[in-house]
């Protein structure tokens, strides 16, 4: 397992980068699957189900934003390490990240069960919704203990060097889910509050493998009892990167909530809607985020290990592979979005303002996979303040000052606009950004032979 994590600075990048970032792009392509799976057999339940759960999203996302953070910043903090031979940084880090999911699952159990109602309300909800969003969502904080444990653990699993254990652990959380979905839902006559348990169960499985591996397994990283008090100078370099990884969910979150929160005076259809596109986009994305999944234990590492031509040859193959499957994911939606819409629903009015929102909204597609990438590089490297304008770039600084104003003029067109628009501006900035930091580290993009030229900060 040493020799594993000792491999990110010797193998070749392509073989690494697919070793790294298929088992997670398959993963996360089966967690996804579930989603779309789940959102499935919810809207057999009816259009109201969809909005439902639409509007529950932004509260998941709520807590995937903390979640994710905290294991990015855990991942790039123990991948540094490792490169830099520091093993009990590392170990140090994944024990801290234990007790905060176990901290964060009980408050946010805490604040389910108290202020539910008020807090869906404020996220957009309808009368006639919100019976079904609070069955669902007081499952999914009681258990929120296991979504943060599974999020953040599969970040620490592949930045020791362990990707498919990680991808395993996922598939297996994935199938789980949708084979109890049914059961849940259908045979229990549960309704949307099955999908809920279904979830949480199907986590607690997870959970229960990357716990074994890490307290008794052969992992890189043994978590003693005594890295489990809190630290605060390590949580302090977890969260230095960590945060802007949170921000840039919690940035998507606050985006969503705005936009249901006007969708919300055209009636439930269109928040179905924002919920579906959303889903699908998210679905297409996966590759994508494996694939920087896979790039910060590799960037990380041999940033620590002072090894320059090594991240740029990852930077740029992980850009030239996000890129494509962007272009193919935009092409698929804009030929034919009826099919991938009517998976869910087959009424008319959701299929008609849903078909025209997934067209616009994926117009600048290709461009999103480069912004990913580059967040991911600056997360790798401990640069924490441009990840962090990145994370804010996209969503709280483009799409929710577009949204007011496009929505004020063109009404539900200019929300669905508002995506385009902030895309193309926010590639923008992630351009600018990468090549200064790139000339600052010395490592033109154009010219393969200054691989080896100085790297500040290695």
Do not use: C
Request: charged share 10%; net charge positive.
């Amino acid at each position: 397992m040493q020799n594993d994590a000792a491999k990110m600075g010797e193998e070749s990048i392509t073989r690494l980068l697919f070793r790294f970032s298929l088992p997670a792009t398959l993963g996360m392509l089966v967690m996804a699957t579930y989603n779309i799976v789940d959102t499935i057999f919810v809207g057999r339940l009816g259009s109201q189900a969809i909005a439902a759960l639409s509007i529950a999203f932004p509260i998941q996302m709520l807590l995937g934003a903390v979640g994710i953070g905290t294991g990015v910043g855990a991942a790039s903090l123990i991948s540094r390490s490792l490169g830099a031979g520091d093993r009990e940084e590392a170990e140090s880090a994944a024990g801290q990240v234990v007790t905060l999911a176990l901290l964060f699952g009980l408050v946010t159990a805490l604040i389910g069960f108290l202020y539910l109602r008020p807090l869906l309300v404020f996220l957009g909800t309808t009368a006639e919704i919100l019976p079904l969003t609070k069955e669902y969502m007081i499952v999914i904080t009681g258990g929120s203990v296991m979504l943060f444990l599974i999020m953040i653990l599969n970040n620490v699993v592949r930045a020791e060097g362990n990707p498919l254990l990680s991808m395993k652990v996922m598939i297996a959380s994935a199938l789980i889910n949708i084979a109890l979905d049914p059961i849940f839902i259908f045979l229990l006559g549960m309704g949307v509050q099955g999908a809920a348990v279904a979830t949480v169960l199907s986590k607690i499985v997870g959970v229960a493998i990357m716990l074994y591996h890490f307290f008794w397994g052969k992992s890189v990283l043994k978590l003693h009892r005594s890295r489990l008090r809190l630290r605060w100078g390590t949580i302090l370099n977890i969260y230095r990167i960590g945060f802007p990884a949170m921000v840039m969910k919690l940035s998507t979150n606050i985006a969503l909530i705005m936009a249901n929160n006007i969708l919300a005076g055209y009636g439930h259809i269109p928040i179905a809607v924002m919920g579906l596109v959303f889903r699908l986009q998210m679905f297409s994305f996966m590759p994508v985020f494996g694939i920087s999944q896979g790039l910060l234990p590799i960037i990380g590492f041999n940033y620590g290990a002072g090894k320059p031509g090594r991240i740029r040859e990852a930077l740029l193959k992980g850009a030239a592979i996000s890129t494509a499957a962007n272009i193919l994911a935009a092409a698929a939606f804009l030929i034919n979005p009826v099919f991938f819409l009517g998976l869910f629903s087959s009424e008319k009015e959701l299929l008609s303002i849903g078909s025209e929102a997934l067209r616009i909204m994926v117009v600048m597609f290709p461009l999103i996979g480069i912004q990913i990438v580059s967040t991911t590089f600056f997360q790798a490297i401990g640069k924490g303040l441009p990840s962090l304008l990145l994370s804010l770039m996209r969503e709280l600084m483009l799409f929710i000052p577009f949204v007011l104003v496009m929505s004020s003029i063109f009404g539900l067109t200019g929300v669905w606009i508002s995506r385009p628009l902030s895309d193309l501006l926010a590639f923008v900035v992630t351009v600018i950004l990468l090549s200064a930091e790139l000339k600052r580290q010395g490592i033109p993009l154009r010219s393969p032979g200054t691989s080896a030229g100085k790297t500040a900060g290695l």
